[in-house]
């Protein structure tokens, strides 16, 4: 079946500009994940979703990073007036949302966001 | 702070060697386990999940977990040069959010 999809897979702005990058998860998967990547270091965690709500936001950077997701499927995350600091590869992960002991889903990971600010 | 540690490497095996990942967590309440493969320029790919104590093998690839050090393991046997990756390791608690360890980068040496 169709795996995650994050649009667009690359994008150029200039220093200031907003930016909106899309995720749309495996269906069926109620738990959607926001990282960061910077060139040659590790996932940063940004929030996390379950359905249309978010649990766990504390690793946004900033308040000009923002995320939503509605109707429990795709998710955007916003980058108002956008920094340098903030070129990176963005991933967008989803998994089944198990509780307890059934919280043993993986992650699934789409092939990102290049995002280069200029 | 849940933390999730792994050393960065890289590390450096011959061809046909088992290569050998560690993965250390600080949650004693972890309940999952995973090992993702990264390669340059690419997303993270699952490539082993864990859930019990002892060994699970999957081909060459064997998870390895021991709650009670807080410590879990990716041996790969027979590398190949096409096993030359960051290998993360992902925990999981009872909740939906994981943690994620740095990465150690592999490096297989034909």
């Known amino acids: 079946g169709a795996g995650v999809s994050q649009s667009p897979s690359n994008k150029v702005t200039e220093k200031g500009k907003d930016v909106e990058l899309r995720c749309d998860p495996i269906?069926?998967?109620?738990?959607l994940y926001w990282y960061r990547q910077s060139l040659g270091q590790g996932l940063e965690f940004l929030i996390y979703?379950?359905?249309?709500?978010?649990?766990?936001k504390s690793g946004l950077p900033s308040d000009r990073f923002s995320a939503e997701r509605t109707g429990g499927s795709v998710s955007t995350l916003t980058i108002q007036r956008t920094q340098q600091e903030d070129s990176a590869v963005y991933l967008c992960?989803?998994?089944?949302?198990?509780?307890?002991?059934?919280?043993?889903?993986?992650?699934?990971f789409g092939d990102g966001t290049r995002l280069s600010i200029l | 702070q849940k933390e999730v540690e792994q050393n960065s490497g890289p590390l450096s095996v011959p061809e046909g060697a088992i290569a050998s990942l560690n993965c250390t967590y600080s949650d004693r309440g972890s309940q999952s386990f995973f090992w993702y493969r990264q390669y340059s320029g690419k997303s993270p790919e699952l490539i082993m999940s864990i859930y019990s104590n002892g060994d699970k093998e999957d081909g060459r690839f064997t998870a390895q977990l021991n709650k009670a050090s807080q410590y879990v393991s990716l041996l790969i046997r027979d590398s190949q040069p096409s096993d030359s990756a960051t290998y993360l390791c992902a925990v999981k608690g009872y909740g939906q959010n994981f943690v994620f360890g740095p990465g150690t980068r592999l490096s297989v040496l034909p």
């Open positions: 269906s069926g998967h109620t738990a």
């Open positions: 979703f379950q359905g249309n709500s978010a649990p766990d």
């Open positions: 992960a989803s998994s089944l949302a198990g509780t307890g002991i059934f919280s043993n889903q993986p992650q699934h």
